[in-house]
């Protein structure tokens, strides 16, 4: 039991970070980003092509023990600069639909970089082996269950981040921005914030953070291809949802609630009773508290 | 069959449908012809797109009509495919299985939608998304997904290309019966439940049976297009189903490419969608499946309906072309006569069944009041909203409620209709409605308009009219479909009701218009006319007169008259123009913050000195502005009111020099004068929200240092006209310059930049922040701490109360303090003029007093110039100027003495000519 418990926080760490990117697309903008996790694979997934072949123009490729960095910078660098185009080009022209549509505009960015990926990249698994380098996947023993550094690694960082995160929304002024803006957009405006520039900030660090959440994640599962790190975000949302939509405490908890009830059942119970309870588990949530454990404002 | 070709052809005598019968002819030919000249492999894929269109049809109704985002819908094409295929592999046959297919899928879709009764909208789409999640995997696990089951087809559908029109025929079956679905009762009830869920009942709509009812045929549509894609493959592989994440996905595409409530838009986009990529040549297939979510994307935000809407802008194009442009409907009522009127309501009469035997029984004990009800009370959180209220109607009444905003009128009208609960009693006919549900009352005669049109603007006046009388539509909803004798009659009874309802209030030349493209007045009509239509016994009618004219408004009081005298209809009627309760009502109640403060006849009640008071706020307000501030000023506040006068100012005249200097501009405009002295500057301003233009030519100003007052009563435009100056509205014409700049505009960022601050309607509180942070972004836009420190103890010593308050959450402070709060957030901006919109509004008398004496000392000490939008007269002590708006126009104006004048005028308009 106990292993498995460890073994679900280790998976759960990994969603922690995506359900950190969620979180923070959320409270800038109200909207739930389906593409957010997309938009972190697409550098990934370059990033591993062209270790394999190598950087077009530059002609350069990565030493093998770099790879998965070299990888998951470019992640985050793409998440970026795809944060920066989707929040400008796409999300601000339909600011005023409904939480539903915005939503649904986001899947159709997944879909699109996910088809971009299929076309133009791989269309079959591309194998990523850490972000860490060839460090990460050197493994401890932790309560009889063994980890990989990357697992720690990937935990460790969510937690830092929703931190780290925590202090700034609290403690800047930019910070307070963002948090007003959560609140009341209309409002903030007529108090001098630019609400666009909180929209880009929290795209922008949402996508990059994407990007590092799928280097690890990846890195766990052995490979990625298209529309894999959608597959994790549905639990990375759940996790979210369970937590609270606008907390990056509650987004950290609620994955590794996900992830612990993955790790305990799916060997039990198979993992389709796994789905099945953490399904139960976000209706629960909604139902009775939807505003999720730590949340302030309800989805929708 | 011969009436159809009949009326075929009648159809043709208008150009105008020409171009839909050449294309449907076309597509019809493309069709069957399809065939003869596609190869079959090709063909095979345009097999299964229209298998997909069948479940993205399913979920247009789903999302398009009932407003349920639902995700999951490739979970249920999957039901539908591993029941079929089970089932098949058994040797049932197939129509057996098809059946059985639709009806699990659709009672599994139907059962899924239990637990989403109570969430909506993005809750709705990630418990579906998670839902697909567990679907998928359930299903790829279930051991059906694989080559060992086989769903043979019988021999007459071997052949592709029979097994193409089989599935075409299919297809047009369902695109024929969904088309029914939508133009009977569960459609009109979908669409209800989409636009105003929290407030269906009060038509006699159950909002969970209809949703289930939704989810269900989007299930059993889901369910049918599995069914064909499994007799299609005859087996499921073990990977590549059709319920994975990327159909379920595409799903999604198909229904927003294609446009809601458009099937030709949707099977043109599942073939776009699921054939193309596969259909073309290699590589510009692959260039098709990426473009997929492009154009998906990019019709979302240029095009948001759709490839149907650009098929329906061809279409009138087209139609324009070959018979001219359409007559321009008028959108104002038509005068009917009084003749006509009484026809009207004697044929409504004779249509309604129910009313009659009513009035039988109703006659012996007419002293029976039709609604009592007691000791009704009401909060929200810590609010009180009504407090132990009573209120009767005898039959046959007009009762009229009336009171300032927030006094809890609309909550008793919520309350009646069953939408807020209450602990109190209501007898109505003797029955305790508090025990009907909500969807019930409609069915006992209790019908009701609401304050925002409470009906679905996308709908026409006339389906509006017929979804109104919902709970007479006794008909199952597989019979609307089928289109059985019970559902024609009752849908033609329904209809001839709905013209005549219509016709009463001179409306029926409107009949297929769009609510939503009407003004905002004839859409109100239409609302009464709705609720007149079902013949109720009481009818709830919450300001019917707004946006009318004087004339439409005196008409439709002599239509409520007549409804009354002839029909017997009882009224309970709130209403800001008080004039008009004069007019209709018998008695009348005044509330105040949710207490009853005087019943009676009109006439006595708006002379009640507690209804004028409520009316016009206090009698005597303190003049602070007039004494030396010392002198009222509390002396915790004396001193620190120096601190707060802002350093800009420093170099500005002295109060008692402005003040001068304001004098002799009121006593002698010269213009030069008046030019160098103005503040603020508003010429010539039109504004409005889509094609509702709220603001005429609006023109004002405001002098450095000065009180201005904008007034009038609700739905006059002062709210807009504040949203138009804080670029929260951009205005269509006109001028604002403030301060020697043009402002008018620019975006509300820019608004404290530029040394505005406003107060928005309702406080504008960041309820999650503390009271020191809400302060903070108040100076957001200095940038030196140490300042923003010293504003903040200059504010917090100002208002001693918010630094008592400073930790705890905005939210929770009073009515009271949140105004406290907001006007000292916006002073920390140190702003030159300061907008308040609506200052007492939900403040208690007390409350508002200190409001306003607090206003004219922050006006005395600091210099700041404010202007205020109020409704209550007593605000006139505060201002030297004051505006009167009337239906979005300056309608006069007043300074200094004249200002006694426009007081009366105010009275006369919110009191009525009584109090004279």
């Not at chain 1, 766990?220 to 894999?228: D, H, K, V």
């Not at chain 2, 030709?264 to 054939?275: D, E, K, P, Q, R």
């Not at chain 2, 409704?871 to 201002?879: G, I, N, P, T």
Request: net charge neutral; aromatic share 6%.
């Amino acid at each position: 039991m106990v292993t498995q418990i460890v073994t679900g926080l280790a998976e759960g760490g990994a969603y922690a970070l995506l359900a950190v990117a969620i979180v923070l697309v959320f409270s800038g903008t109200k909207v739930l980003s389906l593409a957010i996790g997309e938009m972190g694979a697409f550098g990934l997934m370059l990033g591993l092509k062209w270790d394999s072949t190598s950087v077009p123009l530059i002609g350069w490729r990565p030493p093998e023990n770099v790879a998965g960095a070299f990888a998951t910078a470019l992640a985050v660098l793409c998440g970026a600069v795809l944060g920066v185009v989707v929040e400008r080009f796409i999300m601000r022209p339909v600011e005023n639909r409904s939480p539903a549509s915005k939503l649904v505009v986001t899947l159709g960015i997944a879909l699109f970089l996910a088809l971009a990926e299929y076309q133009f990249i791989s269309n079959s698994g591309l194998p990523m082996t850490s972000p860490l380098g060839s460090a990460g996947i050197n493994r401890l023993h932790l309560l009889g269950s063994s980890l990989t550094w990357d697992d720690v690694a990937s935990l460790g960082l969510a937690v830092v981040v929703a931190v780290l995160m925590t202090l700034f929304l609290r403690k800047t002024r930019f910070g307070l921005a963002v948090r007003a803006t959560t609140s009341d957009p209309t409002v903030s405006r007529l108090l001098g914030v630019k609400v666009s520039r909180v929209h880009r900030f929290t795209w922008v660090l949402g996508a990059a953070l994407a990007g590092i959440a799928a280097g690890f994640l990846s890195a766990t599962s052995g490979e990625i291809y298209p529309l894999s790190m959608t597959a994790a975000l549905l639990y990375a949302m759940a996790g979210a949802v369970i937590g609270g939509l606008d907390s990056l405490g509650g987004a950290v908890l609620g994955s590794l609630i996900v992830g612990v009830l993955q790790g305990v059942l799916s060997p039990r119970f198979g993992s389709t009773a796994a789905v099945g309870a953490t399904l139960g588990l976000v209706l629960l949530v909604l139902l009775a508290r939807p505003r999720g454990i730590f949340g302030t404002v309800n989805a929708g | 069959m011969r009436d159809l070709v009949a009326r075929g052809l009648s159809g043709l005598r208008d150009l105008r449908n020409v171009p839909r019968l050449v294309y449907l002819v076309g597509i019809s030919v493309l069709a069957i012809t399809l065939p003869g000249w596609l190869a079959v492999f090709r063909l095979d894929w345009i097999i299964s797109a229209l298998a997909f269109s069948v479940a993205a049809l399913g979920l247009d109704l789903l999302i398009g009509q009932a407003g349920q985002v639902s995700l999951a819908q490739a979970a249920f094409v999957g039901v539908g495919a591993v029941t079929a295929i089970d089932l098949g592999s058994h040797g049932t046959p197939w129509p057996l299985a098809f059946l059985a297919a639709m009806v699990i899928s659709g009672v599994l879709s139907a059962l899924i939608g239990v637990p989403l009764l109570r969430v909506r909208g993005l809750q709705v789409a990630i418990a579906t998304l998670v839902f697909q999640l567990f679907a998928q995997e359930l299903l790829a696990s279930s051991g059906l997904v694989s080559t060992s089951y086989y769903f043979n087809r019988p021999s007459f559908l071997t052949a592709d290309s029979s097994y193409y029109y089989f599935t075409l025929v299919l297809v047009v079956l369902s695109v024929v019966g969904l088309k029914r679905v939508r133009i009977t009762r569960a459609g009109r009830a979908f669409l209800a439940v989409r636009d105003s869920e929290s407030r269906v009942a009060a038509f006699g709509i159950r909002a969970g049976t209809t949703k289930l009812l939704a989810y269900g045929m989007a299930g059993a549509a889901a369910g049918l297009g599995g069914a064909i894609y499994a007799l299609q493959q005859t087996s499921l592989g073990p990977t590549g189903g059709p319920f994975q994440l990327q159909p379920s996905l595409l799903l999604i595409a198909v229904v927003l490419i294609g446009g809601a409530g458009s099937p030709t838009g949707i099977i043109a986009a599942s073939i776009l969608v699921n054939a193309l990529p596969n259909v073309l040549p290699t590589t510009a297939g692959n260039y098709t499946l990426v473009a997929v979510p492009v154009i998906m994307v990019a019709m979302m935000i240029f095009q948001p309906q759709g490839l149907g809407g650009i098929l329906r802008a061809v279409d009138r194009f087209l139609g324009n072309l070959l018979a001219g442009k359409p007559v321009r409907y008028d959108p104002e009522p038509k005068h009917a006569d009084i003749e006509t009127a009484r026809q009207c309501i004697t044929g409504l009469r004779v249509a309604s069944h129910r009313t009659r035997q009513l009035e039988a029984s109703r006659t012996p004990d007419e002293a029976r009041p039709l609604l009592a009800a007691r000791g009704i009370t009401v909060r929200f959180g810590g609010v009180t909203a009504l407090d132990s209220v009573d209120v009767a109607v005898a039959p046959g009444q007009i009762v009229g409620l009336i009171g300032s905003n927030g006094a809890g009128k609309s909550t008793f009208f919520n309350v009646v209709s069953g939408l807020v609960g209450a602990s109190g009693t209501i007898q109505y006919r003797g029955v305790d409605l508090m025990t009907t549900p909500a969807f019930g009352r409609k069915g006992l005669g209790v019908a009701r308009t609401f304050q925002e049109i409470g009906i679905p603007k996308q709908a026409s006046v006339i389906e509006n009219m017929v979804m109104a009388q919902s709970p007479l539509a006794r008909y199952w909803t597989l019979e609307g479909v089928l289109a059985m004798p019970r559902t024609v009659s009752t849908e033609r009874r329904l209809r001839e009701r709905a013209i005549l309802s219509l016709q009463l209030f001179g409306l029926d030349h409107l009949a297929r218009v769009p609510l939503g493209d009407l003004p905002h007045g004839t859409m109100r009509l239409v609302e009464v006319a709705a609720a007149v239509t079902t013949a109720p016994d009481l009818l709830l009618l919450d300001e019917a007169t707004a946006g009318l004219t004087s004339e439409e408004s005196d008409e439709l009081a002599e239509r409520l008259s007549l409804l009354r005298n002839e029909m017997g209809i009882a009224m309970l009627v709130i209403e800001h123009h008080v004039p008009f309760i004069a007019q209709v009502c018998d008695y009348c109640y005044c509330l105040d913050t949710g207490k009853v403060i005087a019943a009676g006849p009109p006439s006595e009640v708006t002379r009640d000195p507690a209804v004028v008071k409520s009316f016009l706020g206090e009698q005597e307000l303190r003049r602070a502005h007039r004494m030396p501030a010392s002198v009222t000023e509390p002396a915790s506040v004396t001193e620190p009111a120096s601190v707060t006068e802002p350093d800009g100012l420093e170099e500005r005249d002295k109060p008692e020099k402005r003040a001068a200097q304001a004098e002799v501009d009121v006593l002698a405009p010269g213009p030069e004068q008046a030019d160098q002295a103005k503040l603020l500057e508003v010429a010539g301003l039109c504004a409005g929200y889509g094609s509702l233009q709220v603001l005429f030519d609006v023109s004002f100003w405001v002098a450095p240092g000065e009180i201005v007052l904008l007034m009038g009563s609700n739905g006059a435009g002062k709210t807009t006209t504040l949203r138009t100056l804080c670029g929260i509205i951009k205005p269509r014409k006109g001028r604002v310059v403030f301060n020697g700049h043009e402002i008018s505009g620019q975006a509300p960022e820019n608004l404290l930049r530029n040394g505005l601050a406003m107060v928005p309607e309702g406080r504008g509180m960041l309820p999650d922040l503390t009271v020191t942070e809400n302060l903070h972004l108040g100076a957001y836009i200095s940038r030196s701490s140490s300042e923003i420190k010293e504003r903040l103890g200059g504010i917090y010593e100002t208002f001693p109360i918010l630094s008592k308050r400073a930790r705890e959450q905005a939210g929770s402070l009073s009515g009271g303090e949140q105004q406290m709060l907001a006007i000292a957030r916006a002073l920390m901006s140190q702003p030159k003029l300061l907008l308040i919109d609506e200052a007492s509004l939900g403040l208690s008398p007390l409350m508002t007093e200190t409001t306003f004496e607090m206003l004219a000392r922050l006006n005395e000490v600091s210099g700041v110039s404010i202007l205020v939008v109020e409704q209550k007269v007593a605000a006139l002590e505060l201002a030297k100027r004051v505006y009167v708006m009337e239906k979005g126009r300056i309608a006069s104006a007043a300074e200094g003495a004249q200002m006694a004048e426009i007081r009366i005028l105010l009275e006369e308009s919110y009191l009525g000519a009584s109090l004279t």
